[in-house]
């Protein structure tokens, strides 16, 4: 089974997450990325994204596609909604991140079906997310010491 992945967002939010998803997992077949910049009328990211789509599914005979979108709500998520919505094989993901894109690259490298991949490169993601912190100097209490 072939499964495509197509990544949209915000000025180059798509470009610099397929070139860092590169830099760890390859150079990636079947992965198509379309940008939305601010002088770029919104019917044309309908039509790059349509695009990219019919080019997977026809020229590249995937199976599946999955849209990898920065933000939930945005213009490039309710246009890739749009652009999904007549197909049974083609699944939206909003809000991602380089860890969650990682982890449905290797889903995909192993045969995992669509359900699967998206199931766990979603818990990928959200356990990629932490609160990281190195405890201040100020905050670390002194070492009881002796009394002269």
């Known amino acids: 089974m072939k499964l495509g992945f197509i990544i949209t967002g915000h000025g180059h939010f798509a470009s610099g997450l397929y070139n860092a998803v590169e830099l760890i997992a390859g150079e990636q077949k079947l992965f198509e990325v379309v940008e939305f910049l601010p002088q770029d009328p919104l019917e044309d990211l309908k039509v790059a994204l349509q695009f990219k789509l019919d080019q997977l599914l026809n020229q590249e005979k995937c199976d599946e596609v999955i849209f990898f979108v920065d933000l939930m709500g945005g213009t490039p998520f309710r246009t890739a909604m749009e652009v999904a919505h007549p197909y049974d094989n083609v699944e939206v993901l909003a809000g991602i991140s380089l860890t969650l894109v ?8 192993t ?23 190195i405890p201040k100097a100020s905050a670390v209490a002194p070492e009881p010491t002796e009394g002269i």
């Open 111 to 133: 045969g995992s079906d669509i359900p699967t991949t998206i199931k766990n490169a979603l818990e990928a993601g959200h356990n990629g997310m932490i609160h990281a912190q």
């Open 102 to 109: 990682i982890e449905a690259v290797g889903a995909r490298m």
